[in-house]
């Protein structure tokens, strides 16, 4: 129960923080410079990019791994030599490639950042160049520290990361109020990834017997070349995968704008975000009951599995529909008392509704997804072409040709009659090639 608190609250103020920097940016600074700092801020998101998922992979082999081993701060670890050379190589592979994601996404940010800004500024008023240095120092800074939180909540210290997660996030939010108060509010994006960062550092310090001891593991060089080619095998496949989601969500909006005009899109572009904030949410009740889910596959318990994902199946439905009904009474309320300045600004209830109907399915889709790939295997590669194309071309019709409201019923028609159905063919006939060898499962791992 510890877990899912910290890991909720600690979501819960990531979304708090990003919703500070937009009002606080509202009243503390120029109309300019807001647009100045909101274009920092989505620049910011750059490091998804050089994270590819990475760290779902990681967090699922280490996961794996931990099943048989056991860590002791005077013992160290203990378990078959081959699962310690295996845990061994996983940390060094993810050292490996978080260093030199974290210069890419360095390099990329400040070079990319300022070409940018030299071709859009046409104003000598507009003081990017120190809060974008600033900003490619602490991007990939934080971008490096992924190693230490994925590894070691993948071996089971979920209760500690989450703990030291919630931490950098109250201190993100307290920081983002003094920057805006004594007017360095220019500065704010690089406020959240810098105490990711220090609070990462926080953990290495206080478990590095667990950091110096899983490095003075020694392996083989063809074990380490299999592992390799094990994970980024595993790896590309769920990168396609997840860049296809992150251009379907990401490219609504610009097509919106496009084809509707930027009014349309401000409002399809704040249903969107109750959609991801959503599933951002929901993530976290998925994300705890991962190393209980991997506890059962080492057992063999695959009937136990998939009946334990059915219920969590179920906890995320009702825990979306709890969220989407809080969101439409807050509409309903500001449309009562004719709030127009704000409620003019948000999706009318006819399109939230929809909007929130596809991120209740989105949750399902999840889930399955989720229950899937704990398997180390990736089938939903052309599952996410599919949803991916299929919905850049029915929303390109309807930014063409309907209003705001049937934008957001043909997203959630993409979502119910292609993406569930094709999700749930993929889920079933996964499951109907675990459950005949349940008894053999142990011995393949």
């Known amino acids: 129960m510890k877990n899912l608190i910290y890991a909720t609250g600690s979501r819960v103020l990531q979304i708090v923080c990003s919703a500070l920097i937009i009002i606080l940016s509202a009243i503390f600074l120029t109309k300019s410079h807001q647009g100045l ?48 050379e295996r845990l061994a190589n996983i940390y060094r592979l993810a050292s490996t490639w978080f260093n030199w994601g974290a210069i890419g996404c360095s390099i990329f940010l400040l070079i990319g950042g300022s070409l940018f800004f030299y071709d859009h500024s046409n104003s000598q008023d507009m003081p990017w160049m120190l809060p974008l240095i600033f900003l490619s120092i602490c991007v990939p800074l934080s971008l490096y520290s992924q190693r230490f939180w994925v590894v070691y909540e993948g071996f089971g210290h979920i209760n500690e990361v989450y703990k030291l997660r919630l931490c950098a996030s109250v201190s993100s939010c307290v920081a983002i109020i003094i920057f805006f108060l004594y007017g360095y509010g220019l500065f704010a994006p690089i406020i959240s990834p810098f105490f990711n960062f220090v609070f990462s550092q926080v953990l290495r310090i206080r478990e590095y017997s667990f950091w110096g001891r899983i490095s003075e593991i020694k392996f083989a060089v063809d074990a380490k070349k299999i592992i390799f080619k094990e994970i980024l095998t595993l790896q590309s496949k769920i990168s396609v995968s997840w860049l296809c989601g992150f251009f379907m969500i990401q490219s609504i909006t610009p097509i919106v704008y496009k084809f509707s005009g930027p009014e349309s899109a401000a409002v399809v572009g704040i249903g969107m975000s109750a959609v991801l904030i959503t599933s951002g949410l929901l993530s976290v009740l998925l994300q705890v009951k991962i190393p209980e889910l991997l506890e059962l596959i080492k057992g063999g318990e695959l009937l136990e599995y998939f009946s334990f994902g059915k219920k969590l199946a179920v906890q995320t ?25 704000l409620s003019s600004r ?23 997804a989720t229950l899937t790939r704990l398997f180390k295997v990736e089938p939903y590669l052309y599952h996410s072409i599919l949803v991916a194309v299929s919905t850049v071309l029915v929303i390109t019709f309807a930014a063409k040709n309907s209003s705001t409201a049937g934008i957001a019923i043909c997203y959630f028609l993409i979502t119910l009659l292609v993406s569930l159905p094709s999700s749930t063919y993929i889920y079933l006939s996964e499951k109907k090639k675990r459950i005949p060898s349940a008894h053999n499962l142990h011995s393949n791992l």
């Open 346 to 368: 948000l999706p009318d209830l006819h399109a939230y509704t929809f909007f929130m109907l596809a991120a209740i399915v989105n949750q399902i889709i999840a889930t399955q």
């Open 317 to 341: 439905f009702s825990a979306s529909l709890v969220v989407s009904l809080i969101g439409g009474i807050f509409i309903a309320l500001l449309n009562i008392f004719n709030i127009n300045w």
């Open 37 to 84: 700092l909101l274009t920092l801020n989505s620049i910011a998101a750059v490091q998804i990019f050089f994270e590819l998922g990475f760290s779902s992979v990681i967090l699922q082999y280490v996961g794996h791994e931990r099943r048989y081993l056991a860590f002791d701060r005077v013992s160290g670890f203990t378990g078959p030599i081959e699962k310690l």
